[in-house]
């Protein structure tokens, strides 16, 4: 998985919550993990709550799928004009209420042209 990968993380993630990555809520989830240092069953319930479903959905991909869609959060394989990168991420971080790094970087050089 290369620099140039919008999803590059996934495998990470993947494997670091066990909730499918980006095909589920675990990249989420994991984004809550580690800038709130929320233990996984608080981070689930942040998300959940966040995206206005039950915890059990998070980690189903049928449902997950839509909600991504219809948020535009990024999905394995989106169709045209879907949300990928880091237009994914100023997304997810706004629905999260968080800061990313990689997002406050590209906020701060498309500020300065």
Known sequence: MGSG???????????AVGMGGIRT???L???????????????KAYVAEK?????????DCTVM?????DLDL?????EAGAAKGIE???????????????VERFKSKTALQ
């Open 5 to 15: 990968d919008p999803f590059g993380n996934e495998a990470v993630q993947e494997v």
């Open 74 to 78: 990024g999905y394995p394989m989106p």
């Open 25 to 27: 809520a675990g990249d």
């Open 65 to 69: 799928r839509e909600i991504r869609q």
């Open 88 to 102: 994914a991420k100023i997304r997810i971080a706004d629905l999260l209420g968080i800061r990313i790094n990689s």
């Open 51 to 59: 995206l206005g479903v039950s915890v059990r959905a998070l980690s």
């Open 29 to 43: 989830v994991l984004r809550m993990q580690l800038s709130r240092g929320m233990k996984i069953n608080e981070a």
